[in-house]
């Protein structure tokens, strides 16, 4: 099993900054890639940015140039660093690890929440 833990969420005004973390625990070598997705109310759940274990990372066309997704491996966390937030920013975030075999998994969520 593995346990992963976001924080880092909040409010902030729109051209603000958060940087948002999740922690992995436990059987940690079942996870390959990690990622960051969101869901916004009424809104299907999206993937924001993803990062291989090698670094390579992807962004989704809406947080390009504005988001940054990171790894420290030693740590066993993987970081979103968001600038620039919009409104449209605002949603619950997720972080996903992608299990090198079946099945995912999810954390708890971090509401972000960018006011105009």
């Known amino acids: 099993q593995v346990q992963l833990v976001e924080s880092g969420g909040g409010l902030v005004q729109a051209g603000g900054s958060l940087r948002l973390s999740c922690a992995a625990s436990?059987?940690?070598?079942?996870?390959?890639?990690m990622g960051w997705y969101r869901q916004a109310p009424g809104k299907q759940r999206e993937l924001v940015a993803d990062i291989t274990s090698s670094g390579r990372t992807n962004y989704a066309d809406s947080v390009k140039g504005r988001f940054t997704i990171s790894r420290d491996n030693a740590k066993n966390t993987v970081y979103l660093q968001m600038s620039s937030l919009k409104p449209e920013d605002t949603a619950v975030y997720y972080c996903?690890?992608?299990?090198?075999?079946?099945?995912?998994?999810w954390g708890q969520g971090t509401q972000v929440t960018v006011s105009s």
């Open positions: 996903k690890g992608y299990g090198r075999k079946w099945p995912d998994y």
């Open positions: 436990g059987s940690i070598f079942s996870i390959g890639a």
